[in-house]
């Protein structure tokens, strides 16, 4: 199972962390992707972190303002959001896998995620 949390309100330029915690048999996850479905616009993945070693991935769409991190204690994985634009309003989805990322034909394709988080609801306005 997997649990959002982290969104809300903010202004542009700011900053949020949101939480996919997973309970049960996460040790079963080999990729956690971060996706995201704006209003009237497509499901879109933004991000990915390979949980055998840590890599990351970004869509160029987002580097540089989008950071995965994980707490393996916490069995807890985030994403950081800096310098967030309007156009970041959307609700955010973490999607579990037990394909590995090599063994994935795009890692940001939903259909290679089979377990979701209930999402989180981010907006940005003044």
């Known amino acids: 199972r997997l649990v959002n949390s982290g969104g809300g309100l903010v202004q542009p330029g700011g900053s949020l962390r949101l939480s996919c915690a997973a309970s049960?048999?996460?040790?079963?996850?080999?990729?956690i992707g971060w996706f995201r479905q704006a209003l009237g616009k497509d499901f879109e993945g933004v991000g990915v972190i390979d949980m055998s070693n840590g890599d990351t991935y970004y869509k160029d769409s987002v580097k540089g303002r989008f950071s995965i991190s994980r707490d393996d204690v916490k069995n807890t994985v985030f994403l950081q959001i800096n310098n967030l634009k309007p156009e970041d309003t959307a609700v955010y989805y973490c999607?579990?896998?037990?394909?590995?990322?090599?063994?994935?034909?795009?890692?940001?394709?939903?259909?290679?995620?089979?377990?979701w988080g209930q999402g989180t609801r981010v907006t940005v306005s003044s």
């Open positions: 049960g048999f996460t040790a079963e996850y080999h990729a």
């Open positions: 999607g579990a896998t037990r394909t590995t990322v090599q063994n994935m034909g795009n890692i940001y394709s939903d259909s290679e995620y089979h377990r």
